[in-house]
């Protein structure tokens, strides 16, 4: 049990696995009494365990982020039942991977209302309650893939673009009012969790994150360092920085790497299950508890782990193939244009 000096009421969207499981403990372990908002009982209820069991208080509410309204009643009753919410951490998403056009367009829809809308409502919900006391820290959970996007993910590259955006403009606000509220947004790499397990997926093989991967423990330490330190914006991991350098400096080179390694590096050899439960419609943490980490333990530590470290050859050979691609393609197209003239 922990003995940390309580630090106030903190809310986690999606706090029943993967990133949000992690971000959970570790709140409880910095003192904050912890509300958890999800779907699945049995999630809930493993997770507010988790809490517990570091010596802080916990409401689980059985939240869909997609309902505002729904968010907007939990955040009412998580403030009635522990005291004022001092610390919101957006991390509810879920996904497809597939190729653009299998996607439906009510999974679009779905997808956008978790991943994107999600944020946006719980976002909403805490400065409801923050902006009045002047107080308050938010931090939403982005990713890399809110800078570029990549193949089979197209319904949530657009999301966490779309979140990108919003929690940059909401920050804006804030500046401008000389709210002492502030907003984050915390940037991930690939993390082993359990999406790759349970979210819907239309692929010959199985989804896996691409290399290099990090625990949900890493992430969740990021995360809580934003709730305490309020950074505008931090992006965790170096090849993610390499990433974000990349785009600045030769995003052409980057997209014609991505559509040239993302479709197989996504994929494991095995091929997906045929019952491969879902979470796109209903929680599949009903009345299983996965906790915070995925299938893909052997893959965790990011840059360094030696299995990424044997690829780093391949992927120097598979970024001169895409300067030789992006080149070629940049004089095809000026050939193209100087026709039609």
């Given amino acids: 049990m922990t003995t940390t000096q309580r630090r106030g009421v903190a809310v986690v969207t999606g706090g029943t696995a993967g990133v949000g499981r992690a971000v959970v403990r570790r709140l409880a372990e910095e003192g904050f009494d912890v509300a958890i908002l999800a779907r699945g009982e049995a999630g809930l209820a493993g997770a507010a365990e988790d809490v517990r069991a570091r010596g802080r208080r916990t409401v689980a509410e059985p939240v ?11 955040a009412s009753q998580v403030e009635a039942e522990l005291g004022p919410i001092d610390v919101w951490v957006n991390n509810a998403m879920t996904t497809v991977f597939a190729w653009s056009w299998d996607v439906e367009p009510e999974e679009y829809r779905r997808a956008t209302e978790v991943t994107y809308l999600g944020q946006v409502y719980g976002t909403l919900a805490a400065l409801r309650r923050m902006r009045p006391r002047n107080r308050g820290r938010i931090v939403n959970v982005g990713s890399s893939l809110a800078y570029i996007g990549i193949p089979l993910q197209a319904a949530y590259c657009a999301s966490k673009f779309a979140a ?18 502030t907003l984050s947004m915390v940037h991930l790499p690939a993390v082993d969790t359990p999406q790759f397990d349970w979210c819907e997926a239309r692929l010959p093989n199985h989804p896996q994150p691409v ?21 505008r914006s931090k992006m965790l991991g170096a090849w993610n920085k390499l990433i974000f350098t990349g785009i600045k400096v030769a995003p052409a080179v980057l997209a014609h790497f991505a559509a040239r390694t ?3 590096a996504q994929q494991t050899a095995q091929p ?35 299995k990424f470290l ?32």
């Fill in 310 to 341: 044997a690829t780093l050859p391949k992927t120097t050979l598979d970024i001169a193939v895409a300067v030789t691609d992006a080149t070629r393609f940049r004089l095809q197209r000026r050939a193209r244009t100087r026709q039609l003239r």
């Fill in 211 to 231: 290399a290099p991967t990090y625990s949900p423990e890493v992430a969740a330490k990021h995360i809580v360092d934003a709730v305490f330190d309020g950074r």
């Fill in 64 to 74: 869909d982020v997609a309902d505002a309204a729904a968010v907007d009643a939990a």
């Fill in 272 to 306: 997906v299950e045929a019952d491969r439960p879902s979470n796109l419609w209903k929680p599949v943490d009903a009345e299983r508890d996965y906790g915070a980490s995925g299938s893909f333990a052997d893959q965790h530590g990011g840059f360094l782990n030696p």
């Fill in 164 to 181: 990108r955006g919003f929690s940059e403009s909401v920050r804006a606000e804030l500046v401008h009012h000389g709210s002492d509220v």
């Fill in 262 to 264: 993302s479709v197989d």
